[in-house]
């Protein structure tokens, strides 16, 4: 009998334990401790229960929202005052749960691509980092940062990381958006309010990717790709097509390729003479090291002996874009992207004593390409390691200029809506004051498309989160590539050119960089000034500080004789950074390009050329790598820009890349 009441009695314990489990109030990722919430909003307040009513208490003012829950859902609206803290929200369906730390300030949305997600340090290691990470210790600054997640539908939750918000110290900030910090950092040291840093970013992504698909929608230039996210059969399509495509393509690329024939690699061989190939320190990038942009196939060889062969070795490097690796011939092993760390295993059967080859062939698409990474690449074994690091014989295979342009398909996260779906849709409801943002690297080859896709992306996130004057600010491309001698296209400056008409939305803002960039480094590690220029739009648009915040802003030209004269905004003392004004160039109606001269007359700027006598346009710094000096009192450089409307070398391109 004793035993039959005590088992009764554990099973109703277990009944009421599992009853209160499950009847916990479930909160979104990011309603956690630490968080930030606008200040003087009415925010919206949510979560799941199975219970039939639930009731929260805000610590800032005593006040209880009480609310219904119908089909396991709720929600409230709650009134917050000017930012303060920290505070405490208590949510009660009949169990309690309480979210402690609680800040109220400014909360900013920080997206874009691999440029505002470059962290302090990790692949970032921007200037100073160890310094900037030891100092890092800001209280008021809270971090949120959001996966990497695409979706073909809007989803309703958003994946985080560390268990939701953080409180911004040395230890929590090493992997956090250099931008997005710096940017917070300038703020509360001006105006000592909180900030919550809500970071949601994805190197290598494309604009349509970030926008959703019924804005895309209207302008109907990725109808075929979002029908085939709705479609298997749409997709299957859309893929076999890209297969046969990306087949001869591919049969291309290798026909071109010098290192091979018949399709056999014969430059991957022990006998190939390569003593007329250049020499090329690994790691590095090639763009840097001699080659400037190329973009195709480049062979890397070396010799390396070795002194024990009884066992495998191990080699881990990484590789932009794709590459393919033999030891003295034999084929070992292929990877494809750009940001993969490669691990191969090299079987001792395929090495010898003494001298070995080490052939990799790399093909880069776009942007950087080399065989990159730590410093210490090196071959190793149970027994032995040995340095790869240092000199390596090189020679091009193929030059993508001489190959059709490659089939592309968005797949994963770049697909049309695919990121906005998962790492953007589920915040809607969240309120913030503003966006930041750092991307158009990767939509530089359709920069005129950009046109519509930027303003398009900024209107979308405003009608979403329910803000028609929601501020967003964004980073202008820095200067990047080789500079030219001569003056002439660029699709960066034309991705600029769309970034700088973008600023026709009101409430917008942009942070000029053209001259921090770095021509050999898509990813310039002086992030401090960049988060400083971006803080400084905010300051001055929303803070109501008298401060700089722009360099010139080009507004109107008109011709005088065989001169053209430019009128700017921000033209309060208007100069050169130092010495002569630089990056000016002229045509006349043949569309030919000059460098020009360029003076400071009134408070505007005079551009002539000698062998123009008849001009009708002028341009500045329009290049992928300018160095035009062109500033004002803020000391910030000016936009680049023309005054011309001729056609650009990205406006016949295909619609998608």
């Known amino acids: 009998m004793k035993k039959y009441l005590l088992n009764n009695v554990l099973l109703a314990v277990i009944c009421l334990v599992s009853t209160i489990a499950n009847a916990t109030v479930s909160l979104p990722s990011f309603f956690t401790d630490n968080m930030v919430l606008q200040q003087k909003s009415a925010v919206r307040f949510w979560g799941e229960s199975n219970k039939q009513s639930v009731s929260v208490t805000t610590s800032w003012d005593k006040k209880v929202y009480k609310t219904n829950v119908v089909n396991g859902k709720w929600d409230v609206v709650l009134k917050t005052p000017a930012y303060g803290g920290p505070f405490a929200i208590t949510i009660n369906d009949g169990d309690l749960k309480t979210l402690q730390n609680v800040l109220i300030g400014e909360v900013w949305l920080c997206s874009g691509q691999s440029n505002m997600e470059m962290p302090l340090e990790g692949w970032g290691k921007i200037n100073n980092y160890k310094e900037e990470i030891a100092n890092a210790d800001y209280p008021q600054i809270r971090l949120l940062q959001a996966e990497h997640v695409e979706s073909t539908l809007p989803l309703n939750t958003l994946k985080v990381q560390h268990d939701g918000w953080n409180v911004c110290n040395p230890k929590t900030i090493a992997d956090f958006s250099a931008t997005a910090y710096f940017f917070a950092r300038k703020i509360y040291?001006?105006?000592?309010?909180?900030?919550?840093?809500?970071?949601?970013?994805?190197?290598?992504?494309?604009?349509?990717?970030?926008?959703?698909?019924?804005?895309?929608?209207?302008?109907?230039?990725?109808?075929?790709?979002?029908?085939?996210?709705?479609?298997?059969?749409?997709?299957?399509?859309?893929?076999?097509?890209?297969?046969?495509?990306?087949?001869?393509?591919?049969?291309?690329?290798?026909?071109?390729?010098?290192?091979?024939?018949?399709?056999?690699?014969?430059?991957?061989?022990?006998?190939?003479?390569?003593?007329?190939?250049?020499?090329?320190?690994?790691?590095?990038f090639f763009d840097s090291n001699g080659l400037g942009n190329f973009d195709g196939i480049v062979w890397f060889r070396k010799k390396v002996n070795i002194s024990d062969t009884s066992k495998d070795f191990t080699l881990s490097y990484f590789a932009d874009d794709d590459d393919l690796i033999w030891v003295n011939g034999n084929y070992i092993g292929e990877t494809k992207g750009y940001n993969v760390e490669r691990h191969y295993t090299i079987p001792a059967q395929y090495l010898k004593k003494g001298e070995n080859v080490i052939a990799i062939r790399v093909f880069d698409g776009a942007g950087n390409g080399g065989i990159y990474g730590e410093e210490n690449i090196a071959l190793k074994s149970e027994k032995e390691t040995i340095s790869l690091a240092g000199d390596w014989k090189y020679s091009i295979g193929a030059d993508s200029k001489d190959l059709p342009v490659k089939p592309y398909l968005a797949?994963?996260?770049?697909?049309?809506?695919?990121?906005?779906?998962?790492?953007?849709?589920?915040?809607?409801?969240?309120?913030?004051?503003?966006?930041?943002?750092?991307?158009?690297?990767?939509?530089?080859?359709?920069?005129?498309?950009?046109?519509?896709?930027?303003?398009?992306?900024?209107?979308?996130?405003?009608?979403?989160?329910?803000?028609?004057?929601?501020?967003?600010?964004?980073?202008?491309?820095?200067?990047?590539?080789?500079?030219?001698e001569q003056p002439g296209d660029s699709d960066w400056a034309e991705l600029r050119e769309a970034q700088f008409l973008t600023l026709k939305l009101p409430n917008t803002g942009m942070a000029v960089t053209t001259d921090i960039g770095n021509g050999e480094d898509i990813h310039p590690k002086?992030?401090?000034?960049?988060?400083?220029?971006?803080?400084?739009?905010?300051?001055?648009?929303?803070?109501?500080?008298?401060?700089?915040?722009?360099?010139?802003?080009?507004?109107?030209?008109?011709?005088?004789?065989?001169?053209?004269?430019?009128?700017?905004?921000?033209?309060?003392?208007?100069?050169?950074?130092?010495?002569?004004?630089?990056?000016?160039?002229?045509?006349?109606?043949?569309?030919?390009?000059?460098?020009?001269?360029?003076?400071?007359?009134?408070?505007?700027?005079?551009?002539?050329?000698?062998?123009?006598?008849?001009?009708?346009?002028?341009?500045?710094?329009?290049?992928?790598?300018?160095?035009?000096?062109?500033?004002?009192?803020?000391?910030?450089?000016?936009?680049?820009?023309?005054?011309?409307?001729?056609?650009?070398?990205?406006?016949?391109e295909k619609v998608k890349k």
């Open 189 to 284: 040291e001006e105006k000592k309010i909180p900030i919550g840093l809500i970071h949601s970013s994805w190197g290598g992504t494309l604009v349509e990717a970030w926008t959703s698909s019924g804005a895309l929608s209207t302008i109907h230039d990725f109808d075929t790709e979002i029908e085939a996210m709705k479609s298997e059969t749409s997709r299957q399509a859309l893929q076999q097509k890209y297969d046969e495509e990306l087949a001869v393509w591919e049969k291309h690329l290798t026909n071109a390729d010098k290192g091979f024939e018949d399709g056999k690699a014969v430059w991957a061989t022990s006998k190939v003479d390569d003593s007329s190939w250049k020499i090329m320190k690994v790691p590095s």
């Open 411 to 484: 797949q994963g996260q770049n697909r049309p809506s695919a990121i906005y779906n998962a790492m953007i849709a589920p915040l809607l409801d969240y309120k913030i004051k503003g966006v930041i943002w750092y991307q158009g690297e990767s939509n530089a080859e359709r920069a005129h498309q950009y046109q519509k896709l930027f303003p398009l992306l900024i209107n979308d996130w405003r009608e979403k989160f329910k803000d028609k004057n929601l501020p967003f600010f964004f980073v202008q491309l820095a200067n990047y590539k080789q500079q030219k």
């Open 526 to 652: 002086n992030k401090q000034d960049v988060g400083g220029r971006l803080a400084n739009i905010a300051l001055a648009k929303l803070y109501n500080m008298k401060i700089e915040y722009s360099g010139p802003i080009y507004k109107s030209y008109k011709i005088e004789n065989n001169m053209i004269v430019l009128d700017f905004d921000f033209n309060t003392d208007i100069k050169s950074k130092e010495g002569v004004l630089k990056g000016f160039s002229i045509a006349g109606s043949d569309q030919k390009f000059y460098w020009a001269d360029a003076k400071i007359v009134n408070g505007k700027v005079v551009v002539y050329a000698q062998n123009v006598t008849n001009p009708v346009a002028v341009r500045y710094n329009w290049a992928d790598n300018p160095n035009g000096n062109l500033t004002n009192v803020s000391g910030l450089p000016a936009s680049s820009f023309r005054t011309d409307v001729w056609k650009g070398i990205t406006q016949e």
